[in-house]
């Protein structure tokens, strides 16, 4: 059974900085590109972040310089740095495990992250 469970959102004020983790389990870890994207209320998922199997990275432009994803294949683990929070940072962070071949695609549960004062 796949399961990927997000941890560390939380409630912290603008330019505060939260780390999130999301754990594996069930899946070929090292194989799999991971990536974090968030979707906020009465707006479409977006992605945050993405990290291929080889460890390049790619970021959505609007958290480009503050926001920094890793993986470490042996914890099969992904995180997400975030600094300098903004309230437009506001969401539910999931996690995404993403294999090309053959295609299969898996999700968390989702964490909530709050920026607010």
């Known amino acids: 059974q796949v399961q990927l469970v997000e941890s560390g959102g939380g409630l912290v004020q603008p330019g505060g900085s939260l780390r999130l983790s999301c754990a594996a389990s069930?899946?070929?870890?090292?194989?799999?590109?991971m990536g974090w994207y968030r979707q906020a209320p009465g707006k479409q998922r977006e992605l945050v972040a993405s990290?291929?199997?080889?460890?390049?990275?790619n970021y959505g432009d609007s958290v480009k310089g503050r926001f920094t994803i890793s993986r470490d294949n042996a914890k099969k683990t992904v995180y997400l740095q975030m600094n300098n929070l903004k309230p437009d940072d506001t969401a539910v962070y999931y996690c995404?495990?993403?294999?090309?071949?053959?295609?299969?695609?898996?999700w968390g549960q989702g964490t909530q992250v709050t920026v607010s004062s």
């Open positions: 990290i291929t199997n080889g460890g390049s990275t």
């Open positions: 995404n495990a993403d294999q090309t071949w053959p295609k299969v695609n898996y």
């Open positions: 069930g899946i070929i870890f090292s194989i799999y590109a």
